[in-house]
């Protein structure tokens, strides 16, 4: 049973269970495990050769920690042997005499323990692993027989030697005694003094110390000092305390030679001489004998504080009071009265002994100057063997008092028993072997340290737990939202015969879906955060499994369809050479995967998905995304099935083409060397002022020019782009399947090559400048900002003539940087030999535009021109505000006269724009004449005009004669007006006031209107150029039928008709009496008829009125009266042709 228990505590048992359990978790979940694709302990190969690295790993791994410990062992070993033979030879000569004798024998017999130990070892922890303690106390003060009395397991005792072994060297005033649980070091009484050789013991022993040090973490683990109660009985003066004081010193040594605090039990022993011992505790059983029976003190605070003699006092009095408290309890169980009496007296012979004990510990432990205070863990009483007399301090004392001599106590018989030792070595002293070596406070530190240790173990624990938990939930919402992503992928298939825009269109969502899918399982450029991590990623499988998906989606949708799109465009394209090349290239590359060209097919994807989707850019750049991803880095496209009758039918038609067109074609379609992204910008170069610009197509000025036809692609193509494109032309004769060309050929095809660049590098220019148009202006004000930023210092027009002689003037001229590069491909084409021939046409075109810029700054003739914008813009400012201003104005005129010389298209902008101009200056004079004349009328003059008679023939009010001759009087308000604003533009000799030539206000003819009427009603009126109106006029009025007498008044001026004779008189409006008109007529019985009345300054204009004048000459007007039955008739005959009588003006007129 023992070699079972022995087998199981060893340390290679459970590291061996520990390899069982990996080997079994390796053969069971091996073939779960995978890294990526690959799989290594999927096979039983795998797995036995995974166990077998185990295995090998921990054998190498036991046999190094065993030979490292044996090595460590026995170098120890070694050194406490042979530390012997140092001692001697280093304390002289008679030392070494006197230990001759002796030193083979105590060398070879602590060779013969320590191979015994090294044996037993093998299965549990070695010699330095063990806890060493050294026993100090005076001879005879029971420290062997607390050892043999403690119930620990001694090896040498086994194998038939004695349990202890005398030391040798530095430890010969030792016995050494190995437990299977610690080593301890038996002091000899001489120890304590070193009487017998003081230099050579203190020497030998000192040097075991420092042999200890070095060897041992803990050199010693504790130190156990006895003093037997019979010691303590006889302390009595300064010699009774030179023990104490002896333990003293060598606890000092201890501390200062092994340079580190260690842990003191003081251990009172032959407490069975207190007489009363073995009564009181006869009745404890082997458990309650075993137990510990003292004192420990707290450990000391982090301050060291906590002094172990100032709570001793307080803590042996506990100890007492509790032996006080079972001596009831024990009396009742003594068997007579002699045991009664031992029993009742045992707790008074302690205290008898407590004096003593509390003088040494004070002499021993207490605090002095010199040195440091030993530690004192704990203060326990113990009785190995029951020998000797008790002795009964109580009536001793007794005696001593009363002169008589002590009856002696008798020996202890019966077996001798352990008392309070087994517990006390195995739970006390032995537990805090860790402690040595610790200042006060540590072992509080070494407990945080290790609860803080066990608390970042639980928190990585937890942590890592958590982080699984975190990682499981983040992937399963990852899983959730790749499956979200692919919710979005359209069911059904696709729609084949719902024409191209449906059948890309819903493709386009099935692409869009598995790609957000992919790039949500594993988004590209990324790590892969370690909250996804902790072995349960799942972001890269499932972005494989959709990966593989997508690519088959684009295998068995786009491309097919790409194909289809490209055999109808070939279909379609069969009369356009340059287009049909391409295409057919192409179609040929989705057949052949050695030939694929991905630039060359997402070019032609690209333009055939522009005829698709011609107004959505997105779609087109998602299908082109789409396409790029099928076809690399790595190629994933599967080769497609072609329509070989289509192929032959095509190579049939281009080979009736003219090559210089096919390869143009390829060019225009490729672009080598041009960077799409760098082609110029309108908005970018023309500025903020650009906007005076907009483009008769439609396309926005953001929208970039050709980049083919640009400084930078010029110099490329000429440079060797269009020889290398001809060389790949004829390289790629499987296209067409015809025969290389020869040299003299080549060259020819490259010159026709040329000629079609250079012909549609002229139309592209000319045709972006044609489509600019400047921007419609309806304003005075906008046509002079207009102008004003085509002139001035930021001008778009000069900003856009730089543009266009940058990309057309000088062009065969190659920056220094790039002649080397161009020089090069100059001695391998007959086209780069000859740039500036190349450039000639281009440059000759475009001659008249770029000479304008010519001239230093200031001097070009496109400054003349933006002078000229410039004075045009003030005056068009001065017209907008208010200034007069002609439409013939001077700088109007002069920038119509630069419109004439200046090339097109700038000759017509400026042309246009002056043209504009003047209509809208003259435009905005007729809205100045109208305000004018709307000043010059005065706000009074709806007030005067309106409802008022004479302007209004039924107004009941009159206007004033004084406010009428104010606003159409000589010198009047309309008066003033029309010769101020009116005089010499107004050709008043017809019968309707016109404009002069070149003064038309446009918009203004009301206001001319309105002059007119005021004109002829200051003529009627004021015909005698007085300031206030006057009309001079006759009346006649015949005899009237059945009227006697007839009577008429006029502002005071009398006309009477008597006896059937006609009456004429002269009169004048307004009259001597203005307003009255009075008219009385009497029948012929002398009856009186109604009377007319009519008053205000125009009553006589009222009257007339009433009458219904008409007119019956030249000069003549009759107005027929109705008074009652009878009518009266007047003949009225105005002075002048120039009346009022007859006018409509004043009816007409209204006011501004």
């Known amino acids: 049973m023992r070699f079972v228990l022995d087998f199981l505590r060893a340390r290679y048992v459970a590291s061996a269970a520990v390899l069982g359990l990996l080997a079994i978790l390796v053969w069971v979940g091996g073939p779960y495990l995978s890294l990526g694709r690959w799989q290594p302990f999927a096979s039983v190969s795998g797995r036995l050769l995974a166990v077998a690295v185990l295995l090998l790993a921990w054998a190498g791994w036991r046999y190094v920690r065993w030979r490292r410990e044996s090595t460590k062992q026995q170098r120890m070993a070694g050194d406490l042997v042979g530390q012997g033979a140092t001692a001697e030879d280093a304390s002289g000569n008679d030392s070494r005499a006197r230990a001759a004798q002796e030193q083979v024998r105590l060398r070879a017999r602590f060779a013969e323990a320590m191979a015994v130990l090294r044996r037993r070892s093998r299965n549990g922890p070695g010699l330095h692993v063990l806890p060493w303690y050294l026993l100090i106390g005076a001879p005879g003060s029971g420290k062997s027989t607390l050892l043999q009395s403690s119930g620990l397991d001694f090896p040498l005792k086994e194998h038939g030697n004695q349990a202890a072994l005398e ?29 017998s050789d003081a230099v050579a013991d203190a020497g030998a022993w000192h040097g075991f110390l420092d042999l200890l040090r070095r060897h041992r973490r803990q050199p010693l683990n504790g130190v156990i000092v006895t003093v037997s109660v019979a010691e303590l009985l006889e302390l009595d003066g300064d010699a009774g305390l030179s023990h104490a004081r002896a333990v003293r010193h060598r606890l000092d040594e201890l501390v200062d030679k092994l340079r580190a605090r260690v842990p003191v039990y003081l251990v009172v022993t032959k407490c069975d001489l207190v007489s009363g011992f073995a009564e009181f505790f006869a009745d404890l059983d082997a458990a309650g004998r075993a137990q510990v029976w003292g004192l420990s003190f707290p450990q000391a605070d982090a301050a ?35 045991e009664r009496a031992t029993v009742l007296s045992f707790p008074q012979q302690l205290r008898l002994l407590q004096p003593a ?23 326990y009483l113990s009785s190995g063997t029951q020998q000797g007399h008790p002795i009964d ?16 106590l008798p020996p202890a018989v019966g077996a001798p028993r352990s008392y309070f030792l087994p517990r006390l070595l195995k739970e006390v002293v032995f537990a805090e072997a860790g402690l040595a070596g610790s200042q006060p406070g540590s072992a509080r530190r070494r407990r945080l340290l290790q609860l803080a240790c066990w608390a970042v173990l639980t928190a990585a624990t937890l942590g890592v737990l958590s982080g699984m938990a975190g990682s499981y939930t983040r992937n399963v919402r990852l899983i959730g939202e790749v499956r979200d992503a692919l919710d979005a992928y359209p069911p059904g298939s696709l729609p084949a015969d719902a024409g191209e825009a449906a059948f890309y269109s819903k493709a386009l969502q099935r692409f869009d879906a598995l790609a957000r899918a992919r790039d949500v399982a594993l988004p590209s450029g990324e790590s892969i955060p370690w909250s996804r991590r902790f072995g349960l990623h799942q972001g890269t499988a499932l972005a494989r499994d959709v990966q593989e ?10 491309l097919p369809a790409l194909a289809q799109s490209l055999r109808r465009a070939l279909e379609q394209s069969s009369n356009d050479p340059q287009r049909l090349y391409p295409l057919l290239k192409g179609y040929l590359m989705l057949g052949e995967p050695a030939r694929r060209n991905v630039m060359h097919l997402a070019t032609l994807a690209g333009t055939v998905w522009r005829q698709v989707f011609p107004q959505d850019a997105a779609v087109r750049a998602g299908l082109n995304r789409h396409l790029r991803a099928l076809l690399g880095p790595v190629d994933g496209a599967r080769a497609l099935p072609l329509d070989r009758q289509q192929i032959e039918q095509t190579r049939a038609s281009l080979r009736t083409a003219e090559l210089p067109a096919l390869v143009y074609g390829g060019l225009r379609l490729t672009q080598p060397g041009v960077d799409p992204g760098q082609a110029p910008r309108l908005d970018r170069r023309l500025g903020l002022l650009g906007d005076v610009f907009e483009r008769r197509s439609g396309l926005p000025l953001s929208a970039p020019l050709p980049s083919l036809f640009t400084r930078q692609a010029f110099q490329a193509q000429t440079g060797g782009g269009i020889a290398r494109g001809v060389e790949q032309f004829l390289a790629d004769d499987w296209v067409l399947g015809t025969a290389p060309l020869d040299p003299l050929a080549r060259s020819q095809l490259e010159r026709e090559v040329l000629a079609l660049y250079q012909r549609d590098y002229i139309a592209a220019w000319d045709s972006m400048l044609a489509d600019l148009v400047l921007r419609p202006v309806t304003q005075t004000g906008q046509a002079s900002a207009v102008a004003a930023k085509l002139g001035g210092p930021a001008s778009p027009l000069k900003a856009l003539l730089v543009l266009l002689r940058e990309h057309t003037h000088a062009l065969g001229r190659t920056p220094p940087a790039k002649a080397g590069a161009s020089g090069t491909a100059a001695a391998d084409t007959p086209v780069a030999a000859e740039p500036d021939l190349a450039a000639e046409p281009i440059e000759r075109h475009f001659e008249p535009l770029n000479r304008l810029l010519d001239g230093g700054p200031g001097a070009s003739p496109l400054d003349e021109t933006l002078a000229a914008l410039t004075q045009m813009s003030r005056t068009l400012l001065g017209a907008a505000a208010g200034v007069a201003a002609d439409q013939n104005a001077p700088a109007l005129l002069i920038a119509a006269q630069q419109a004439e010389q200046l090339p097109p298209p700038l000759g017509n902008w400026m042309a246009a724009l002056s043209g504009r101009g003047r209509e809208l200056t003259a435009s905005s004079a007729g809205e100045a004449l109208r305000n004018a004349q709307r000043q010059a009328a005065g706000r009074e003059c709806a007030l005067l005009v309106s409802g008022r008679f004479p302007f209004v023939p039924a107004g009941s009010n009159d206007i004033p004669l004084r406010d009428f001759a104010e606003v159409f009087g000589p010198g009047g308000r309309m008066d003033r007006f029309a010769q101020q604003a009116l005089l010499g533009k107004v050709d008043t000799s017809g019968r309707r006031w016109q404009w002069n030539a070149g003064m038309a206000a446009v918009g203004a003819d009301d206001v001319l209107v309105r002059a007119q009427l005021a004109d002829e009603i200051k003529q009627a009126f004021f015909a005698g150029g007085g300031a206030q109106p006057q009309v001079a006029f006759t009346v006649s009025i015949p005899p009237q039928a059945a009227i006697s007498r007839l009577q008429l008044e006029v502002d005071g001026q009398t006309l009477e008709v008597r006896d059937g004779v006609r009456a004429t008189q002269q009169m004048t409006w307004p009259g001597p009496a203005p307003g009255l008109v009075r008219l009385a007529a009497w029948d012929a019985s002398g009856q009186a008829l109604p009377v007319r009345e009519y008053r205000g300054p125009w009553a006589w204009f009222r009257a007339l009125q009433a009458g219904r004048l008409r007119r019956s000459g030249d000069l003549d007007y009759t107005a027929s009266v109705a ?13 002048s042709l120039r009346h009022p009588f007859a006018a409509s003006a004043v009816q007409r007129f209204s006011c501004p």
């Open 357 to 379: 004990l509390m003088e040494f510990v004070q002499a021993a432990f207490g605090r002095h100057g010199y040195a440091g205070q030993p530690w004192l863990r704990g203060v």
């Open 167 to 195: 030391g040798v060297g530095g430890t010969r005033n030792c016995d050494w005694w190995f437990a299977d649980q610690a080593v301890f070091l038996d002091s000899a009484g001489r120890y304590t003094t070193q009487d």
């Open 304 to 338: 060291g504080q906590t002094d172990p003699l100032t709570l001793f006092p307080a803590e042996l009095e506990r100890l007492l009071e509790r032996i006080d408290r079972c001596v009831l309890e024990r009396l009742h169980r003594a068997r007579d009265a002699r």
């Open 549 to 558: 998906a997508y690519l088959r989606d684009l295998n068995g949708a786009l």
């Open 393 to 408: 301090r109580v009536i001793s004392a007794v005696a001593r008092h009363f002169g008589v001599a002590a009856a002696g």
């Open 1123 to 1135: 008074l009652g039955s009878a009518t009266v008739r007047m003949d009225v005959q105005p002075a």
